[in-house]
């Protein structure tokens, strides 16, 4: 059974950073595409970042520089350093894992995904 947990979440002022960790059991972090994504209250879930089995990287344009997904194989961690944080990263940040092929993995549909875990709140206050 998959278990993807996510902590590190929390409120912070602009300018501020917080790292996200998603901790997998039941899955190997690099056994496949893993991914972070957000919603805000009101909107859709979105792509944050996402990284495929061959470590190959892909970020939304509005995080691009600030932020940084990452993985510890050994921990079977998954993170996410969120640096210069805005006002508008407010959201529920959820990680995501499933064996997709780098198409899907470079595309970051959400509905690709079939592995999910609960979500971590961020506040940005400005």
């Known amino acids: 059974q998959v278990q993807l947990v996510e902590s590190g979440g929390g409120s912070v002022q602009a300018g501020g950073s917080l790292r996200l960790s998603c901790a997998a059991s039941?899955?190997?972090?690099?056994?496949?595409?893993m991914g972070w994504f957000r919603q805000a209250p009101g909107k859709e879930r979105d792509g944050v970042a996402r990284?495929?089995?061959?470590?190959?990287?892909f970020y939304a344009d509005s995080v691009k520089g600030r932020f940084t997904i990452s993985r510890d194989n050994a921990k079977n961690i998954l993170y996410l350093q969120m640096n210069s944080l805005k006002p508008e990263d407010t959201a529920i940040y959820y990680c995501?894992?499933?064996?997709?092929?780098?198409?899907?993995?470079?595309?970051?549909?959400?509905?690709?995904?079939?592995?999910w875990g609960q979500g971590t709140q961020v506040t940005v206050s400005s």
């Open positions: 039941g899955y190997i972090v690099n056994s496949g595409c």
């Open positions: 995501a894992a499933d064996s997709l092929r780098f198409v899907e993995c470079a595309s970051g549909s959400p509905a690709a995904f079939g592995y």
């Open positions: 990284i495929s089995t061959g470590s190959i990287i």
